[in-house]
T-cell receptor, first 111, second 110 residues
C-alpha cells in the first residue's frame, strides 16, 4: 500500500532562518506531488506541484521554493523565513484515479 | 480563477441527526470534486471523489452529489455519531490541481 511521510512534524524557527521540509512517498512510482499550506483560519493553498523529477510548478509567488531530487521525494525550502510563513504544511500525491492522499503535515511556527 | 465556498462554516447537531454540508464552485469546467475530512492538527483524509461525469457517490453512511451545471455539491452524512466531529473540506479539481473551500466544522453532541 502507498504511504506518505513528512518530517519534521513540528518546527519552530526564528525569522530570517532557512527552512527545509521533506516529503517522501512509498509504494508508487512517478507520482504527481503537491505542497499545500494551511494558515490559521484559512483554507488550503496550493504552493507547488510536480509531475516528475526536476519538474516544479509554482502557484503562488513568495519566498518559498520546492525541489524534487528523486522520484518519490519532494522538498520545500526557504532561504529566509518570514512571520507570514507560519502555518501547517501538507504534502500530497495523486493516484491514477485522481484521488489525492495527504501526509500528516508539518506545523511551522516562525517567531 | 476557481472559487470554492462552503456553507455553513460550522454546524452542531445531536447524535443521530443527518448532516447536510454544502459546497459551491464558480467554474463548472472541472475534472472531479473531492470531499475530505480533517481532524484537529492532522492531515486530510479522502472521503469521496465524484468524477465530472457522475451525479453522486456513496460510501457507507456518506453520500455526495454533484450538479456540475449549477456548480454545487452536497455531502450527506446519515445518522451522525460523535466520531463524525471534524472539519469537512470540499475541493474542486481543474487542470489536476485542487482548489479548496474553507471547510465546515461539524460537532456531533452525544
Amino acid at each position: 500500500s502507498q504511504t506518505i511521510h513528512q518530517w519534521p512534524a513540528t518546527l519552530v524557527q526564528p525569522v530570517g532562518s532557512p527552512l527545509s521540509l521533506e516529503c517522501t512517498v512509498e509504494g508508487t512510482s512517478n507520482p504527481n506531488l503537491y505542497w499545500y499550506r494551511q494558515a490559521a483560519g484559512r483554507g488550503l493553498q496550493l504552493l507547488f506541484y510536480s509531475v516528475g523529477i526536476g519538474q516544479i510548478s509554482s502557484e503562488v509567488p513568495q519566498n518559498l521554493s520546492a525541489s524534487r531530487p528523486q522520484d518519490r521525494q519532494f522538498i520545500l525550502s526557504s532561504k529566509k523565513l518570514l512571520l507570514s510563513d507560519s502555518g501547517f504544511y501538507l504534502c500530497a500525491w495523486r493516484t491514477s484515479t485522481d484521488t489525492q492522499y495527504f501526509g500528516p503535515g508539518t506545523r511551522l511556527t516562525v517567531l | 480563477k476557481q472559487e470554492v465556498t462552503q456553507i455553513p462554516a460550522a454546524l452542531s447537531v445531536p447524535e443521530g441527526e443527518n448532516l447536510v454540508l454544502n459546497c459551491s464552485f464558480t467554474d463548472s469546467a472541472i475534472y472531479n470534486l473531492q470531499w475530505f475530512r480533517q481532524d484537529p492538527g492532522k492531515g486530510l483524509t479522502s472521503l469521496l471523489l465524484i468524477q465530472s461525469s457522475q451525479r453522486e457517490q456513496t460510501s457507507g453512511r456518506l453520500n455526495a452529489s454533484l450538479d456540475k451545471s449549477s456548480g454545487r455539491s452536497t455531502l450527506y452524512i446519515a445518522a451522525s455519531q460523535p466520531g463524525d466531529s471534524a472539519t469537512y473540506l470540499c475541493a474542486v479539481d481543474d487542470d489536476y490541481k485542487l482548489s479548496f473551500g474553507a471547510g465546515t466544522t461539524v460537532t456531533v453532541r452525544a
